[in-house]
């Protein structure tokens, strides 16, 4: 780079100075939107009586993020020296960030600030209309101390398993059917697709209805059944607390206690939202999987089959080999997804019968708002946490499992 | 079914002219799966399409009967005059479900291109850097931000107006991750031609590289109108006076309060999948190239 002349060497240091105070002065802005005080709307009324509120609660939060804030400044602040005296770069980077502004703004204002706000507020007592209280470990210790909170995990984990597996196992069968030459490809294609557009509110809903004792799935096992002469009686199919294992116990002859829940396995009303979940998640997932077939060599199909292999030995030995790192990419997905589960268990169970179908989010949503009690914000803001680590724990866990067992291709 | 043999692939013909019968009845089987499965995954619309027209009581009789005695239309009368006072009506619902839904997606297409362009072709410090936080940001579970970002949206006095979904919805890392791997795949001959002419960056993002990204852009929009049409949780925290309603909310509401109301709830239910089936079934090409390219990222 040639020698700066020295008047653009102080507008140089003008612009690091000027990036420095904007970063810092963004930040601290940001930082003080998220300050653990009280909520609610009157909160922010006029700005000097919030500052108040910042002082008496949220210095040690802000003496932090002030720090950041100064760290990113300078390192702002030099790379703004460095690029300044060269007018092509300086542009670019202008523009660059220019162009970056309402991604950066929004993404730190709205994630970045709230997860930090989360965490701090993870450790306090807080309701939102009085200032948080600081209590340490108390709300990890109370939600690791209560049988609802390790049902609603049992219950996931449960849902995790058996619905990541079944969709992605009927995701891969359906993008295979698809995938063969055929007419009309385009409108099986469609259809299949439908069930994963519509809103989980409005499939919840119908399912919730064909549930029904009266409903159609009651219909079709009793007619389905009556073709060989067996009586069906009808199942309240949602409200069922009975579990996979108790069942299995019983016909045998014995019998699980209810004190025992975590023996019984996932109950009636929970696989009943499994089938639902299943039914709408396996047509996103078999989008992906269609998309990365078409993607494969035909010339290996045709060498195989010169060779003499058949169908299943083809789907064995070429296809699912190449089709690991999406089948890593959609069970990721699907874990992530399953082990927040909400919306159905909302609308209907609301976590029953006997907490069979109580989940985590479920839970931060009841504790959170106060639906079953007093607002225990930083109560459910730790469970959030627990059940961010178990989500990451998984997603790391599969990503090693599924990347070395790819090694041998 | 013979009529699907010309079009099928050379091999299947080489093979048909070995194996006649064994072929075609392969074929038909095959398209009886296709069209086996098709109606099991549309029975439930089917039901709850034929059920939107029955009676209260015809609804929950057992055993239900497929198709209505008489199909009545009261019932998507009734829906649509519904109304809880003070505006909070079924069509307010609808506009507020519209509005939201088309309000992201034009605020994503905007604000998601302008991101990935800078990915994608600017060369400035910390690209890499800011790029991988972005990625990192999308494996943190929606659950750890709700309930902070609803503390934030009291304190900011947002609750209950469109703008506490309209700006968390402005950006999303997964579409911004998109976009930037359909611009690198523009070449880059024109934006050099406009650069050499004295274009501003800001002039070859508008006139150059937006006009080339419109399927993409097209994606995006179908994609977050779609995500967000079918929300739930956030507009059930954030907006939860009855006049701020989404259709989602609404739905959900009436069925914790009228629980036996089956049939309205049906109405609502189809009134509620219709647009974004609609919208599927005409996009259905970018929605589907949408959401592989979102997923083929490996």
Not at chain 1, 138 to 154: C, D, E, P, R, V
Not at chain 1, 312 to 335: A, D, S
Not at chain 2, 257 to 282: D, R
Request: charged content about 10%; overall charge positive.
């Amino acid at each position: 780079m040639q020698v700066p002349k020295t008047s653009s060497r102080s507008s140089a240091n003008l612009a690091a100075v000027a990036s420095f105070v904007l970063i810092v002065v963004v930040i601290m802005l940001i930082a003080l939107m998220n300050a653990p005080t009280k909520g609610g709307s009157g909160v922010m009324a006029s700005f000097g009586s919030y500052l108040a509120e910042v002082r008496k609660t949220g210095m040690p939060y802000m003496l932090v993020l002030g720090l950041f804030a100064i760290a990113l400044g300078v390192v702002a602040a030099t790379v703004v020296r460095r690029e300044w005296p060269n007018p092509q770069r300086r542009r670019t980077l202008i523009a660059a960030y220019a162009f970056l502004a309402p991604y950066l703004l929004v993404t730190f204002i709205f994630t970045v600030g709230v997860i930090l706000f989360a965490l701090y507020i993870a450790f306090t007592k807080y309701d939102i209309f009085t200032e948080p209280q600081w209590v340490g470990f108390q709300n990890f210790a109370n939600a690791l101390g209560k049988k609802t909170f390790w049902q609603s995990l049992y219950n996931v984990l449960w849902f995790a398993v058996i619905v990541t597996t079944a969709q992605t196992i009927i995701a891969i069968a359906l993008a295979v059917i698809l995938n063969a030459p055929m007419r009309f490809k385009q409108f099986f294609r469609t259809i299949f697709y439908a069930p994963s557009v519509t809103s989980s509110v409005v499939i919840t809903l119908i399912f919730i209805w064909m549930y029904l004792k009266t409903g159609y799935i009651n219909l079709f096992f009793d007619k389905a059944l009556g073709l060989f002469g067996v009586h069906w009686k009808a199942i309240d199919w949602l409200g069922d607390p009975r579990g996979l294992i108790q069942i299995i116990a019983q016909a045998f002859g014995g019998n699980i206690p209810s004190d025992q829940w975590y023996l019984r396995g996932p109950s009636i009303a929970w696989m009943c939202l499994m089938v639902q979940n299943i039914f709408t998640t396996a047509p996103t997932f078999m989008i992906m999987f269609l998309a990365a077939l078409q993607d494969i060599n035909p010339t290996l199909y045709e060498a195989a089959s010169i060779d003499g292999a058949n169908g299943w030995q083809q789907f064995r030995k070429i296809t699912l080999p190449l089709l690991r790192p999406i089948i890593l990419l959609v069970i990721v997905l699907g874990t992530i997804g399953t082990l927040q589960i909400f919306d159905q268990v909302y609308l209907a169970t609301a976590g029953g019968p006997l907490d069979t179908t109580q989940t985590p989010v479920y839970m931060i949503y009841n504790e959170a708002l106060g639906k079953q009690g007093p607002i225990q914000m930083g109560y459910a803001s730790s469970i959030a946490f627990i059940l961010a680590a178990i989500i990451f724990f998984f997603t790391f866990v599969q990503r090693r499992v599924i990347e070395r067992g790819t090694e041998q291709y | 079914m013979t009529a699907a043999a010309p079009t099928a692939t050379r091999s299947a013909l080489a093979r048909a002219e070995a194996k006649p019968a064994r072929y075609y009845v392969g074929l038909i089987l095959r398209y009886a799966l296709l069209i086996g499965i098709g109606i099991v995954l549309l029975m439930p619309f089917i039901l709850a399409f034929a059920g939107s027209f029955k009676t209260d009581s015809e609804i929950i009789a057992y055993p239900p009967k497929f198709f209505p005695a008489q199909w009545l239309t009261e019932n998507w009368v009734k829906v649509w005059n519904t109304s809880l006072g003070e505006g909070a009506t079924f069509p307010r619902w609808l506009f507020n479900t519209a509005f939201l839904s088309v309000g992201v997606a034009v605020l994503e297409m905007i604000g998601c291109s302008m991101a990935a362009y800078a990915f994608s072709r600017l060369q400035f410090p910390g690209r890499d850097l800011v790029f991988n936080f972005m990625l990192g940001t999308m494996m943190i579970p929606g659950a750890v931000t709700l309930i902070p970002a609803y503390v934030l949206m009291t304190k900011l006095q947002l609750v209950n107006t469109y703008w506490a979904l309209l700006l968390p919805g402005m950006v999303s890392a997964g579409a911004i991750f998109m976009l930037t791997q359909f611009f690198k795949t523009v070449p880059k001959d024109l934006e050099e031609a406009a650069d050499i002419d004295g274009a501003s960056k800001f002039q070859i993002y508008k006139d150059v590289i937006l006009p080339l990204a419109r399927p993409a852009l097209l994606t995006v929009f179908i994609l977050q109108f779609q995500g967000m049409w079918n929300s739930f949780m956030a507009p059930l925290l954030y907006l939860d006076s009855p006049r701020m309603w989404v259709l989602n909310v609404a739905l959900s509401v009436f069925r914790q309060q009228y629980q036996a109301n089956w049939s309205l709830t049906l109405v609502g239910a189809v009134f509620n999948a219709v647009p974004v089936m609609l919208l599927f079934f005409l996009f259905s090409k970018y929605y589907i190239e949408g959401v592989s390219y979102t997923g083929v990222k490996g």
